[in-house]
């Protein structure tokens, strides 16, 4: 039985679709997190402890590892683990990214360098120093503009300017975020942030495969709902998209000659556009699959999962059918009204009962705090939809969301201590 | 249920895998056992834990089914969505 590891964050969205996918194949599973397991004494051949910040460390930990317990393929499921995955995959010969392409995709500001260097069209950019003066900074962009940290995932930190009082406030504010205790970033990402042009027009994720360097277009997902700023709260998936297939095409054009220009020629990638007069501009390359419980909106050939799909391709098995399934299909991240203590949350039978409606996870846990963008890093919950149409899939999304609400504890509303 | 089964399946949790699972807070409860598959419940730090299936089926299913063979499945009957402790709760990664 083929063994492979799997890099699980402590703290991903994606353990249970993996681990089931992995059930479904018949695979022997690694587990590696960055915090032990309770059970890694009673199960060292299943579980390691491996530091994702540590890409070569974590290498030789696997190697010595696999000299007792060979395994035949690594997967990263998220940001986090990119690297590392590709530092495991090269030391042990296994089907993985370079080194240096998942490192270009995980550092934006690499990642626009060489978008910049292959004449990829992207926002124009500049890095930023956060240690200098924000009001000076502010003399030096145009607006409007965007301001992005270099290593957060899911529009963590990224807040639009449209002047200089509102850059030198975004400057303060992303500082503020990279000092976090839950953010680990490395020494360039906490002293600097990209600056690039706002980009108006409707944008786009596309969910692809790359298999020896060809692209595979597994989803290509509209975002109906505008994302304008400040702050780049994703809220609705819709797939397939409805935008005339020449624009499709030359999205999958773009996203393709973005993946070659990062050195990317194998594994899940996620990527975001936008679309104007001008074309599709690529916004961001990822060199994993698609965040949060999105992927269950997702369904190949008799039912496989994108999960499936990773793992088969990971250990060299053979690909079946990478073909969507015909039905449309979405997901709403519910996004979170304001900050607060989650309470109580009401009307998610209401939700499910919506025609066309397949599920409403909520993922938030009671008495979490929950935190907006730009600061946030988790999401509420989920609402996934199947329909015939697109559209029909969009109206079920938002009713249902109407349907759902929230009893949200704010600092100001609990009473002060006696 | 068969009694004897069902003192092993006890006896393991509370020699072994209750005391793992303490670390994190966690719990485990035996709810059922029917053909073979042990029907579990977990409590406490594994409620809504993000790793809580990783727990289970590394760790957890693979000790019962390794010291007691007969047991064919162990099913989570848990209702994560409840857990207002997990230890670990997801994020964007």
Redesign the interface.
């Known amino acids: 039985m083929d063994r492979l590891l799997l890099l699980?964050?402590?703290?991903?969205?994606r353990?249970?679709d993996f681990?089931d996918a992995a059930?479904r194949l018949g695979v022997d599973?690694v587990?590696a997190?960055e915090?032990p397991?309770?059970?890694e004494h009673?199960?060292p051949e299943?579980?390691l402890t491996l530091d994702f910040t540590d890409p070569a460390g974590a290498a030789n930990t696997v190697a010595r590892f696999a000299h007792r317990y060979p395994i035949a393929g690594v997967v990263g499921v998220?940001?986090?683990?990119t690297v590392v995955a590709a530092a495991i995959g090269e030391r042990l010969g296994l089907r993985a990214n370079s080194i240096g392409s998942a490192t270009a995709s995980r550092n934006k500001r690499l990642m626009r360098e060489r978008l910049a260097a292959a004449g990829v069209r992207q926002p124009p950019f500049q890095l930023m120093s956060l240690e200098a003066d924000p009001r000076a900074l502010a003399r030096h962009v145009v607006y409007p503009c965007v301001l992005k940290p270099l290593a957060?995932?899911?529009s963590?930190g990224v807040i639009r300017a449209n002047d200089a009082a509102q850059f030198a406030d975004a400057v303060l504010r992303i500082r503020a975020i990279l000092g976090r205790d839950?953010v680990t970033v490395d020494d360039e990402a906490k002293h600097a942030c990209l600056v690039e042009k706002f980009i108006p027009g409707f944008e786009v994720a596309l969910e692809g495969l790359l298999v020896d360097s060809e692209l595979r277009v597994l989803a290509l997902f509209d975002k109906p709902d505008p994302l304008d700023g400040p702050f780049f709260e994703e809220t609705l998936y819709v797939t397939p998209s409805r935008l005339a297939p020449d624009v499709q095409k030359a999205i999958a054009h773009a996203t393709a000659e973005a993946c070659r220009a990062l050195g990317l020629d194998r594994g899940p990638v996620h990527v975001e556009l936008r679309l104007n007069d001008d074309g599709p501009w690529v916004i961001e390359v990822a060199a994993r699959s698609i965040?949060?419980l999105c992927s269950r909106t997702l369904r190949f050939g008799t039912g496989m999962s994108l999960e499936e799909l990773i793992l088969r391709q990971a250990l060299g098995w053979p690909l079946p059918s990478t073909e969507r399934d015909g039905q449309a299909a979405g997901v709403m991240m519910i996004p979170i009204p304001r900050a607060g203590r989650l309470v109580a949350v009401h009307g998610v039978d209401a939700a499910t009962a919506v025609p066309n409606i397949e599920d409403v996870?909520?993922?938030a846990?009671?008495?979490?705090e929950l935190v907006p963008l730009p600061e946030g890093?988790?999401?509420l919950g989920f609402i996934f939809a199947r329909a015939e149409t697109p559209g029909e899939v969009e109206t079920a999304l938002r009713e249902a969301h109407t349907r759902l609400s929230f009893d949200i504890d704010t600092p100001a509303r609990r009473p002060s201590s006696p | 249920m068969s009694d004897d089964l069902k003192a092993k399946v006890q006896e393991l949790i509370d020699s072994t895998i209750n005391p793992a699972v303490a670390g994190h807070g966690g719990f485990v409860e035996l709810i059922d056992i029917q053909d073979s598959r042990v029907y579990l419940q977990l409590g406490g730090g594994c409620q809504g834990c993000g790793m809580s299936d990783v727990t289970l089926k590394a760790g957890i299913e693979r000790l019962i089914k390794e010291e007691i063979p007969e047991v064919a499945e162990v099913v989570d009957t848990t209702d994560h969505a409840s857990g207002s402790n997990p230890y670990y709760t997801p994020g964007k990664a």
């Open positions: 699980l964050p402590t703290t991903t969205y353990t249970e681990l059930h599973l587990c997190s915090a397991s309770t059970f009673h199960a299943r579980l998220d940001d986090r683990t957060l995932s899911a963590r839950d965040g949060g996870v909520i993922s846990h009671l008495d979490q890093w988790q999401y």
